[in-house]
T-cell receptor, first 113, second 112 residues
Framework: DAGVTQSPTHLIKTRGQQVTLRCSPK?????VSWYQQALGQGPQFIFQ???????QRGNFPDRFSGHQFPNYSSELNVNALLLGDSALYLC????????????FGPGTRLTVT | LAKTTQPISMDSYEGQEVNITCSHN???????ITWYQQFPSQGPRFIIQ???TKVTNEVASLFIPADRKSSTLSLPRVSLSDTAVYYC?????????????FGTGTRLLVSP
């Protein structure tokens, strides 16, 4: 039973560029959330997707957008990258009706230079 | 969502019991208390969740007093591999946990 997977593992981009991160949820899970974790900080909620729609959103600008596909996998897109976007991006999956436990992937380390 | 307060760091030795206390003075009636563990360069991992009194699983115990304004995560006989950051989260069982709100957590260092 595969857990949450994310790709790529690491990524280096230049300021102003665009990036797409990918996530496959744990088998059987239908809800995907994305978090940004800066060095030394706790993860910060970006948004959550269910039934291919954004259900909740944290305090992040519109440069951050996402998508969920029919197979429940998800993408996080960030446009016009800033140096401050350098962080570990975590994907978490859960069941809509399965309670509060979320399963996190290993993350994608994004470095913006 | 209720704000939580935890110690920034704790030190322990192998074989000792570690208790990490979390303060959540504004916890709501519907709120549950959940703890996550995070190792460097990994995503957080669910440890335990409770509403009141005591909950125990194969990894830890969670103690919640009657007023529910605080909670204590207890790790019995820690090992070096328990060195990690531990996060206390509070939210209701429905919408509250669909948007997990992490603080800065408690960095636990276990030494030989």
């Amino acid at each position: 039973d595969a857990g949450v997977t994310q790709s790529p593992t690491h990524l280096i981009k230049t300021r102003g560029q665009q990036v797409t991160l990918r996530c496959s949820p744990k088998s059987g899970h239908d809800t995907v959330s994305w978090y940004q974790q800066a060095l030394g900080q706790g993860p910060q909620f970006i948004f959550q997707y269910y039934e291919e729609e954004e259900r909740q959103r944290g305090n992040f600008p519109d440069r951050f957008s996402g998508h969920q596909f029919p197979n429940y996998s998800s993408e996080l897109n960030v446009n016009a990258l800033l140096l401050g976007d350098s962080a570990l991006y975590l994907c978490a999956s859960s069941l809509e009706l399965g309670g509060s436990e979320q399963y996190f992937g290993p993350g994608t380390r994004l470095t913006v230079t | 969502l209720a704000k939580t307060t935890q110690p920034i760091s704790m030190d322990s030795y192998e074989g000792q019991e570690v208790n990490i206390t979390c303060s959540h003075n504004n916890i709501a009636t519907n709120d549950y208390i959940t703890w996550y563990q995070q190792f460097p360069s990994q995503g957080p991992r669910f440890i335990i969740q409770g509403y009141k009194t005591k909950v125990t699983n194969e990894v830890a115990s969670l103690f919640i007093p009657a007023d529910r304004k605080s909670s204590t995560l207890s790790l019995p006989r820690v090992s070096l591999s328990d060195t990690a950051v531990y996060y206390c989260l509070v939210g209701d069982g429905g919408t509250g946990f669909q948007k997990l709100v992490f603080g800065t957590g408690t960095r636990l260092l276990v030494s030989p």
